[in-house]
T-cell receptor, first 109, second 117 residues
């Protein structure tokens, strides 16, 4: 089993739709969790950290489920500009980020 | 706008060349990282520096040699690379390595796209 797993997609959704991605991790000792967005041939950009209590930033909501060892990202009211690859990252006690392979999102007009 | 800068943006080198990649951050961060990313794959950690000391080397071949001259600068010296080393090389920085809200959030530079002929 990979340390961090994501559904590669693509998720094709119409504008205005709500879409959710999950990311599972295998190391129960993991303490820090992040979502990044990566556009084609660009660097990953930090979208949000994921806290135990869950957190929201505008149309984006991130949640952590420690019992089932996954994090989720919910995007409401999708925009064309949300089309990108969404990478989760999990930081283990060795201070190493493990990235998931990413989920591709295409928002269609 | 990224506060982590990398030069050059693109680099083409032969297998016998020696070149260096440079990274600079202006956020006062004390941890800096090198990653390698191949097409359609996630970034893979290569090296981690904390307070200018090498903390993690992910068993990277010696043809890659990192250097951290000061807390703002990170270099990656390249020598005798192979064509399979062609990739996007990303630099990142964070406040530090300790766990905790925002402390280990990593911010990436735009990367250097390296082609080895």
């Amino acid at each position: 089993r990979k340390e961090v797993e994501q559904d590669p997609g693509p998720f094709n959704v119409p504008e205005g739709a709500t879409v959710a991605f999950n990311c599972t991790y295998s190391n129960s000792a993991s303490q820090s969790f992040f979502w990044y967005r990566q556009d084609c041939r660009k660097e990953p950009k930090l979208l949000m950290s994921v806290y135990s209590s869950g957190n929201e930033d505008g149309r984006f909501t991130a949640q952590l489920n420690r019992a089932s060892q996954y994090i989720s990202l919910l995007i409401r009211d999708s925009k064309l500009s949300d089309s990108a690859t969404y990478l989760c990252a999990v930081n283990s006690r060795t201070y190493k980020y493990i990235f998931g392979t990413g989920t591709r999102l295409k928002v269609l007009a | 706008d990224t506060e982590v800068t990398q030069t050059p943006k693109h680099l083409v080198m032969g297998m016998t060349n020696k070149k260096s990649l440079k990274c600079e951050q202006h956020m006062g961060h004390r941890a800096m990282y090198w990653y390698k990313q191949k097409a359609k794959k996630p970034p893979e950690l290569m090296f981690v520096y904390s307070y200018e000391k090498l903390s993690i080397n992910e068993s990277v071949p010696s043809r890659f040699s990192p250097e951290c001259p000061n807390s703002s600068l990170l270099n990656l010296h390249l020598h005798a690379l192979q064509p399979e080393d062609s990739a996007l090389y990303l630099c990142a920085s964070s406040q530090g390595l300790r766990q905790g809200r925002s402390y280990n959030e990593q911010f990436f530079g735009p990367g250097t796209r390296l082609t080895v002929l």
